[in-house]
């Protein structure tokens, strides 16, 4: 597995591999099943999880957390949504802006009661291969040492012929007692709290029992009980929900036959390069976990796909090794496990943008929700920071000399914002405080080496 240092870079070279019988029977497999008709369970797994599949379906039926010993009964299915046209009620029509099926209970995708199903299996990589229509097919992928599942779908082109408009969706179904709480994440970063059927602040009329509970998901989405939760993060902005308890969906794809009326003027139905429609491939990334320890994976994973470093391919000389340094970090020390640096920008030779993010929530995790000091002394390798001066989060003004708007809660004398500033920065010390969830900009002067 390749490893990259903190803020760092690390070279690796690649050589065209001799193949030999052994070296294919370690990279390559032929598949091992071909059909889901079978007395034993499909079974791949780990050193943290396996993942099994139902012999007579070909559909996931389990998911075990073998460091923890939790177990989860899901199944994951595609359906769809019919596409609503307009009711005597209501003329609005499900569109590019509007999302409105026709009914409550999607339609599942699948041309005969099991799914072909074929397995490929080595030393690295353990994958699961379903079709469910020749318009539907999936990978489930599993990696050596990797604590998630990665599911990969491919979709599209969608039918069209029949006239009905299709909202696909993806949509695990597990023993996870959730009642109607689900979570999904704001802008990657916070966590709201969601119910179905339910405002915190107003009374719900649900004239829309699948659209009024959908939600923005930027990153993840997760359910969970006292025992076992489970995470789903995306590899794109999505809308989810969940509309029965233990469920989770998300929208994948969608191919509709009517404009919605809000400025677009056509339907959503792209026919693509072929004109036959648009093919969708994406990835969905499954974690099960305790809810104590969820945060630190799904945060952790969060960091690994949304920041994941850049690769850069060049013809290496027989010296290369020699003539120049194949690693390095531009930090002398690690920063804590809940400390992102989230900015580090020249401004100027002598100027630099710095921002740290702490990268939990309060309460989310026994021991990296809490509050965390770094110091900017003899942090970099590059230069040394002499001094700096907080900014707001912009950073088009210092913090000492911004002046917030207030206003008055209802039913309370009280002012909001408080005038509560950041702790200083030590001049001598260097050293920042943040708390759970909090960025703090600073215009640094810089000393190179």
Request: hydrophobic letters at 35%.
């Amino acid at each position: 597995m390749a490893t990259v240092p903190a803020l760092g870079y690390n070279t690796y070279m690649v050589y065209r591999a001799k193949f030999t019988q052994k070296f294919q029977e370690m990279v390559f497999s032929k598949p091992m099943r071909e059909k889901a008709l079978s007395t034993s369970p499909i079974v791949i797994e780990n050193e943290f999880l396996k993942i099994t599949f139902d012999n007579n379906t070909g559909l996931l039926d389990t998911v075990i957390d073998t460091v923890s010993n939790l177990t989860m009964m899901v199944k994951q299915t595609f359906l769809w949504y019919n596409s609503s046209t307009g009711t005597p009620d209501s003329s609005q029509a499900s569109g590019a802006y509007i999302f409105r099926p026709n009914r409550t209970n999607p339609i599942p995708i699948m041309l005969r009661n099991n799914v072909l199903t074929k397995v490929y299996q080595s030393n690295l990589i353990q994958e699961v291969h379903q079709e469910f229509s020749p318009w539907l097919t999936q990978v489930v992928r599993l990696y050596k040492a990797q604590r998630h599942a990665e599911f990969e779908w491919t979709v599209g082109p969608i039918p069209f012929q029949d006239g009905f408009g299709k909202e696909i969706i993806t949509r695990f179904d597990s023993d996870i007692k959730s009642g109607k709480q689900f979570f999904t994440d704001s802008n990657g970063r916070e966590i709201l709290e969601r119910v179905k059927d339910h405002r915190d602040t107003w009374f719900y009329n649900v004239t829309e029992p699948v659209s009024g509970n959908y939600y923005p998901v930027n990153s993840r989405i997760y359910i969970k009980d006292d025992k076992k939760q489970m995470t789903i993060l995306t590899d794109r902005s999505q809308g989810g929900s969940s509309l029965q308890e233990g469920s989770i969906e998300l929208m994948i794809h969608r191919r509709i036959q009517h404009d919605d009326g809000r400025g677009v003027g056509e339907p959503l139905n792209e026919t693509g390069q072929f004109g036959d429609g648009l093919i969708i491939r994406g990835k969905h990334f499954v974690l099960l976990s305790s809810p104590a320890k969820s945060a630190s994976l799904h945060r952790n994973l969060a960091e690994q796909l949304y920041m994941a470093p850049s690769i850069s391919f060049f013809k290496a000389s027989a010296d290369w090794q020699i003539k120049y340094n194949l690693s390095g970090s531009f930090l002398h020390k690690n920063l804590p496990a809940n400390v992102h640096l989230l900015t580090l920008e020249l401004w100027d030779s002598n100027t630099a943008l710095i921002r740290l993010e702490h990268q939990y929530e309060k309460d989310e995790d026994p021991d990296l929700s809490t509050n965390v000091t770094v110091s900017f002394k003899n942090l970099f390798v590059s230069f040394d920071v002499l001094s700096v001066r907080e900014v707001s989060l912009s950073a088009n003004q210092f913090v000492e000399d911004a002046t917030r708007l207030k206003w008055k809660v209802m039913d309370s004398d009280q002012m909001m914002p408080s005038n509560k500033k950041p702790i200083p920065v030590s001049p001598k010390t260097l050293n920042v405080l943040l708390s759970p969830m909090q960025i703090r900009s600073f215009l640094a002067t810089i000393k190179g080496h």
